[in-house]
């Protein structure tokens, strides 16, 4: 259904192509779904989440009333193509360097959970936090791995230090003992779905922010997995559980860790736009999220 035009109420999305000058964001399409371990059309949502924006305005209520698209300079640099394998791996990472070098924040939209690998790697990361009701400590190569993968398997000299990675909204019943201990032998700093509820999101952020941000030139890389949230907030998730996150409190934490200039990447994971309600929920949320990572990146100034 086309949206109405409305000089005076201008809509989010529609950036311009990433031409090579400077950004404050950059926009990237990883539509990673091959090594999925549950079927998923996860390929599909890049495009979905493009279509999803401009049915929201880019404007924060304030005050002061910001428009998102008067204060930042956001590029779309398209897709990577064949993001999978060996090759879409090191076609993403080259990517997403390139997209640092030329801007604050690189935004990579997915895809399944396996592309935090390659953007993390690409962004230059020398932190992790994630929103994940999974520890994605699996062992082999699938959506279930990017977090052990970016410790053990990276390159030398692109391995991140397990002490700096920490992980909100670990769900009972998501996740198994033997990759809690994995998380715990290694000191990843696993705050689960009830500690972040007891606590607060400011508590959490601005603890998370602290561990992961640590040492010298920080970066810190930031994985919304959706499926942290709650199954009737985010149907277009496979492995989303009853009594996730409300959909405000994912944007919450989304803002408040990305209003941190020390997170110069962040990826949206597993959402399938192709198994999503009819009335597009899950990729709205997604969308939505984008929208924060920006908002996020006006109060980092």
């Known amino acids: 259904m086309a949206l109405s035009h409305d000089p005076s109420w201008p809509r989010a999305g529609a950036w311009p192509a990433f031409d090579g000058a400077r950004a404050d964001a950059a926009i990237v399409g990883v539509p990673v779904w091959r090594t999925s371990l549950s079927p998923t059309g996860a390929h599909a949502t890049p495009v979905a989440i493009r279509e999803a924006l401009p049915r929201y305005s880019a404007t924060l209520m304030g005050p002061p009333v910001v428009d998102l698209n008067e204060a930042l300079r956001i590029v779309d640099a398209g897709d990577v193509p064949d993001p999978d394998g060996d090759e879409g791996t090191e076609r993403t990472v080259t990517r997403v360097a390139e997209l640092a070098a030329a801007s604050r924040r690189v935004i990579a939209l997915g895809g399944d959970n396996s592309l935090t690998y390659s953007v993390a790697r690409g962004a230059a990361a020398t932190g992790l936090i994630t929103f994940d009701a999974h520890f994605d400590l699996r062992d082999g190569v699938s959506n279930g791995t990017p977090v052990r993968r970016l410790v053990e398997d990276a390159p030398a000299g692109e391995r991140l230090d397990p002490r700096r990675i920490v992980q909100i909204g670990i769900a009972d019943y998501a996740n198994s003992a033997a990759y809690a201990q994995r998380a715990a032998d290694w000191g990843i700093r696993v705050i689960t779905l009830d500690e ?45 559980v009853p009594g996730g996150l409300a959909a405000w409190e994912l944007r919450a934490l989304t803002r408040a860790v990305g209003a941190d200039a020390r997170v110069t990447s962040a990826d949206l994971a597993e959402v399938d736009a192709t198994v999503d309600a009819e009335d597009g929920r899950t990729v709205r949320l997604a969308a939505l999220c984008v929208l924060e990572l920006l908002a996020g990146l006006v109060g980092a100034g």
């Not at 998370?208 to 149907?235: F, M, T, Y």
Request: proline share 7%; hydrophobic share 45%; aromatic share 0%.
């Open 196 to 240: 972040l509820r007891a606590r607060g999101i400011a508590d959490v952020t601005a603890e998370a922010l602290e561990i992961a941000g640590a040492g010298a030139d920080p970066r810190i890389h930031l994985d919304i997995d959706v499926d942290v949230c709650d199954r009737s907030v985010a149907p277009g998730c496979p492995a989303s």
